[in-house]
């Protein structure tokens, strides 16, 4: 099937075939001639670093894809070219609704250059970091993004998936004041196996004490304690029955003392 001047098909999924770099650079090629394509998932395909650049490259011009997968390529560089190359598509492109970047070896450098880029970006509501190495620094950067793009009046991030990474208590505490901010428009995010620490837990339970707008919140696989424990029961006794929150975890007493348990 030739997509490349099809004008009827709207969505393509093609995740998990073994397109590698020579398929992905086929696609990049389609995307630059094809109007039409809405949503297009080549994640888990074996794209190599040549070909992720290249979709970057043509999405700076394309205005019609809004959904893009394109988790776990094969990079093999330390340098973040394929991340640099994102940022900048990221920059102008004004379709991207929804992105998946998940395990493309992200590391602070790059999340930092991500969040500086996004400032400019008008449409992005949906971004899974998931799986990545993201450590204090990018989850400090990514924590200010949903102040700073709440209050600039472009369309700010909806979702946020930072699950398995690295961002422990340090980067925890940067997102409990960014749940506290009232410019912070985030709807769901997932913080689940950061590292993170009772501090940093306590951090985040601050900031949702304030939040009117979050619908879900993700934590489990971080490491609760009893101040941080405490402070959820009486979140869950209290404002999230209000917010109707929903949580991939839950608190209970045992005699006095406070446990989490998955849901």
């Not at 094809?34 to 297009?40: F, M, S, T, V």
């Not at 209000?242 to 005699?255: N, P």
């Amino acid at each position: 099937m030739n997509l490349t001047y099809n004008s009827t098909i709207e969505d393509v999924n093609l995740n998990g075939n073994p397109l590698g770099n020579e398929g992905g650079m086929a696609i990049a090629q389609m995307l630059s001639k094809n109007k039409c394509l809405k949503k297009l998932d080549i994640g888990n395909a074996e794209l190599g670093t040549e070909s992720v650049v290249a979709l970057a490259t043509v999405l700076k011009s394309n205005d019609t894809v809004q959904s893009l997968n394109i988790e776990n390529p094969r990079l093999y560089s330390k340098q973040e070219e394929s991340t640099i190359q994102l940022c900048k598509m990221l920059q102008v492109n004004s379709s991207l609704r929804e992105l998946n970047l998940a395990k493309h070896q992200i590391r602070d450098y790059g999340a930092r250059i991500l969040a500086q880029h996004l400032l400019d970006n008008t449409s992005l509501e949906v971004l899974n970091l998931r799986c990545n190495e993201i450590g204090i620094g990018g989850g400090e950067s990514l924590a200010a993004l949903l102040i700073k793009s709440g209050g600039t009046g472009n369309a700010c991030l909806a979702e946020l998936n930072l699950a398995s990474n690295r961002i422990s208590d340090d980067g925890a505490f940067a997102f409990g004041a960014a749940l506290r901010h009232p410019d912070t428009q985030l709807v769901k995010i997932d913080l689940s196996k950061n590292s993170i620490g009772d501090e940093g837990l306590v951090a985040v339970a601050s900031g949702m004490e304030q939040n009117q707008v979050l619908t879900q919140l993700r934590l489990w696989g971080n490491k609760f304690d009893q101040p941080s424990a405490q402070d959820f029961h009486a979140l869950f006794e209290g404002r999230f029955k209000y917010l109707a929150l929903d949580c991939d975890f839950k608190t209970y007493i045992v005699d006095g003392e406070y446990h989490i348990a998955q849901v």
